[in-house]
């Protein structure tokens, strides 16, 4: 009797390990698959992303291109032809003195009478100014 006991539990045993080993194979595989099926999924998504990247520097490439045709000297010219524009002659240029003034002139006070309620910002409107 005895030796049926050990080959039952040896039996039960190697059921156990057998079926424990299944399981822990039938979870990897599981996890394998929801792993490849994720890296899939960000894989079409890269792929969807520079697509649209690509697409978007041919945009780019096409406004860049239609800038420079617009900015062209030739085009500017005839732009500021139609408009009556002429080159200009001779330029004038404002010359800083070499030395900058040591002190600033004092700010010459303004007096408001107080009853127009007017501020020193706001100078009142004459006729002189067309106001």
């Known amino acids: 009797m005895p030796s049926r006991r050990r080959r039952r539990r040896r039996a039960w045993g190697d059921a156990l390990f057998a079926t424990t080993l299944a399981l822990v194979l039938g979870v990897g595989i599981v996890g ?20 649209k ?3 978007l520097r041919l945009v780019v490439q096409g406004e860049q291109t239609a800038l420079d045709r617009v900015n062209a ?5 005839a732009r ?15 010359r800083a003195p070499a030395h900058p003034p040591t002190r600033l002139p004092a700010a010459a006070k303004v007096h408001e009478p107080k009853s127009q309620g007017l501020s020193a910002r706001a100078p009142a409107k004459s006729p002189s100014h067309g106001g």
């Open 80 to 94: 500021a032809a139609a408009l009556h524009m002429r080159p200009a002659a001779a330029m004038l240029m404002l």
């Open 53 to 55: 990247l690509a697409a």
């Open 32 to 51: 394998v698959l929801l792993l490849n099926t994720a890296m899939q999924t960000q894989a079409d998504q890269i792929q969807a992303t520079q697509q």
């Open 73 to 77: 000297p030739g085009m500017l010219a």
